[in-house]
Nanobody, 114 residues
Framework: VQLQASGGGLVQAGGSLRLSCVASGSIFGINIMGWYRQAPGKERELVADITWTGITNYADSMKGRFTISGDNSKNTVYLQMNSLKREDTAVYYC?????????WGKGTLVTVSS
């Protein structure tokens, strides 16, 4: 399984970005896809994830500003990020879990400037 994330970039504080992650390869319908992030000098942390049935889960600090969604027909998960803050600056990684296996994408950098 390969995961290709896109949509990162430079944005001013208060702005928005939408990340996308497309899964390809040996895709299995029953899965969980999600977004994690890792800021410089910090551990990787969960942002949000979504099951193939549409059940979502958010880290408490992301609730209200970030929205995860998925399109099973496109094997794609999205992360809409609004009201971005400088502390949201990080590399955002896409993750997929299926059949007991976990796959990671290479990450996309989000930089929020003041």
């Amino acid at each position: 399984v390969q995961l290709q994330a896109s949509g990162g970039g430079l944005v001013q504080a208060g702005g928005s970005l939408r990340l996308s992650c497309v899964a390809s390869g040996s895709i299995f319908g029953i899965n969980i896809m999600g977004w994690y992030r890792q800021a410089p000098g910090k551990e990787r942390e969960l942002v949000a994830d979504i099951t193939w049935t549409g059940i979502t889960n958010y880290a408490d600090s992301m609730k209200g500003r970030f929205t995860i969604s998925g399109d099973n027909s496109k094997n794609t998960v999205y992360l809409q990020m609004n009201s971005l803050k400088r502390e949201d600056t990080a590399v955002y990684y896409c993750k997929r879990t299926q059949r007991g296996m976990t796959y990671w994408g290479k990450g996309t950098l989000v930089t929020v400037s003041s």
